[in-house]
């Protein structure tokens, strides 16, 4: 890996080269490297592209394809679960859309999130575009067939939009400059771009999803914005937890700000150690847990990364999400807490490493006395 996919510069050695295998964004093993490089220009963290990308989000990449039903769970409130594209949704419609717009969800996939939008407000015209023809079905019925389009853009939308959103697309491409410049072309002036893309600095295990190819600091983030003609309305971390939310307006480019490059790309380097830390705590556990009946807590993410690790299955993960409980996951049952065999000797916990010891407070009271497994860079 040569340059920085944003600015360009030549970049130095990786921050962190772990061997196969890799965990893509769908919680699948790929028999990949992983390596991450971070920019000191303008602070940009990245790994190489996936061998074919284009062939991988055509055909393989088919997110919440399973069922109409099927939503990646946001949280868990008093009222009951929130799904993401619900949150999604809300964060969309707290900016400002014109009355009867015209919206464009870029990457659409189904476009579950601008239904969402749709919904509460049924003035706005509804615009899909994606790589992959996968999603026909779910938009029929409901958008007009010359509101959709698949791998290419028609030059009739160039300048009519008055918001392009794209919801965990940019960290997807081998290109991030010229997608959004795309997004840019489709805005009206004064029009709105609305994207949210993973902050590694607020969930770091996301330098570690193998087709998160970009990971993007704030400084980063600015100078993409600005290299695709936009203005920046807002970057804010925290409105969806883990993730950026980005708003940046179609009109005269602006100046770029004074967020330093290299002070990002040193933030990166302390959480690609963090990292490693945590691979080798994973390693060094795997012969201890061969021998034990053993649950993973969490069927996400980070429990397919404890899984990546260690040398015998656990006997079941354990999650709260609905969705996932009561089927498998990597051949292994998954269930809630509490409906876990009542001869377990350990639980790993694979969380977060930033919320973990927090999220398992209230585990006394499901877990009885089965001992808790945490695992630290220390
Ligand atoms: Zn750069």
């Given at each position: 890996m040569k340059s920085c996919r944003i600015c360009l510069s030549a970049l130095g050695e990786p921050l962190l080269s772990v061997s196969a295998p890799a965990l893509s964004s769908l919680s699948t093993l790929l028999d990949l490297p992983t390596t991450i490089f971070a920019c000191t220009t303008c602070g940009h963290a990245q790994s190489p592209d996936l061998p074919d990308l284009q062939a991988f989000y055509d055909t393989d990449y088919k997110i919440s394809l399973q069922s109409d039903g099927h939503d990646q769970l946001y949280e868990l409130t008093d009222d009951g679960p929130v799904f993401r594209t619900q949150h999604q949704a809300r964060l969309v419609?707290?900016?400002?859309?014109?009355?009867?717009?015209?919206?464009?969800?870029?990457?659409?996939?189904?476009?579950?999130?601008?239904?969402?939008?749709?919904?509460?407000?049924?003035?706005?015209?509804?615009?899909?575009?994606?790589?992959?023809?996968?999603?026909?079905?779910?938009?029929?019925?409901?958008?007009?067939?010359?509101?959709?389009?698949?791998?290419?853009?028609?030059?009739?939308?160039?300048?009519?939009?008055?918001?392009?959103?794209?919801?965990?697309?940019?960290?997807?491409?081998?290109?991030?400059?010229?997608?959004?410049?795309?997004?840019?072309?489709?805005?009206?002036?004064?029009?709105?771009?609305?994207?949210?893309?993973?902050?590694?600095?607020?969930?770091?295990?996301?330098?570690?999803?193998?087709?998160?190819?970009?990971?993007?600091?704030?400084?980063?983030?600015?100078?993409?914005?600005?290299?695709?003609?936009?203005?920046?309305?807002?970057?804010?971390?925290?409105?969806?937890?883990?993730?950026?939310?980005?708003?940046?307006?179609?009109?005269?480019?602006?100046?770029?700000?004074?967020?330093?490059?290299?002070?990002?790309?040193?933030?990166?380097?302390?959480?690609?150690?963090?990292?490693?830390?945590?691979?080798?705590?994973?390693?060094?556990?795997?012969?201890?847990?061969?021998?034990q009946r053993y649950a993973i807590y969490g069927a996400g993410f980070y429990g397919t990364l404890a899984l990546s690790r260690m040398q015998e299955q656990p006997v079941c993960f354990i999650d709260s999400n609905p969705h996932l409980a009561g089927g498998t996951h990597l051949g292994i049952p998954v269930v809630m807490p509490g409906s876990q065999p009542s001869d377990l000797t350990q639980i790993v916990v694979a969380l977060n490493p930033a919320i973990a010891k927090e999220a398992m407070k209230g585990a006394a009271d499901w877990a009885a006395d089965v001992p808790l497994r945490f695992f630290t860079a220390d």
């Open positions: 419609l707290d900016g400002d859309v014109p009355q009867g717009g015209r919206v464009l969800d870029f990457g659409s996939g189904k476009a579950a999130t601008l239904q969402a939008i749709m919904a509460q407000r049924p003035d706005l015209s509804p615009h899909v575009f994606d790589v992959s023809r996968d999603y026909v079905e779910h938009w029929r019925g409901w958008i007009s067939e010359k509101s959709q389009a698949s791998y290419d853009l028609p030059a009739s939308w160039d300048g009519t939009m008055d918001l392009v959103t794209a919801h965990f697309v940019l960290e997807h491409v081998a290109d991030p400059v010229a997608v959004l410049r795309d997004m840019a072309r489709m805005l009206k002036l004064g029009g709105e771009a609305f994207f949210l893309v993973p902050d590694p600095e607020a969930n770091s295990g996301d330098l570690l999803v193998v087709d998160h190819i970009n990971h993007f600091t704030r400084p980063a983030l600015e100078r993409l914005v600005s290299l695709s003609g936009l203005e920046v309305r807002s970057i804010e971390s925290g409105g969806f937890r883990g993730a950026w939310t980005v708003r940046a307006v179609r009109s005269a480019p602006a100046d770029l700000a004074n967020a330093s490059g290299a002070q990002a790309a040193a933030s990166i380097g302390a959480l690609t150690d963090l990292w490693a830390g945590i691979l080798d705590a994973m390693t060094a556990a795997a012969p201890d847990l061969a021998g």
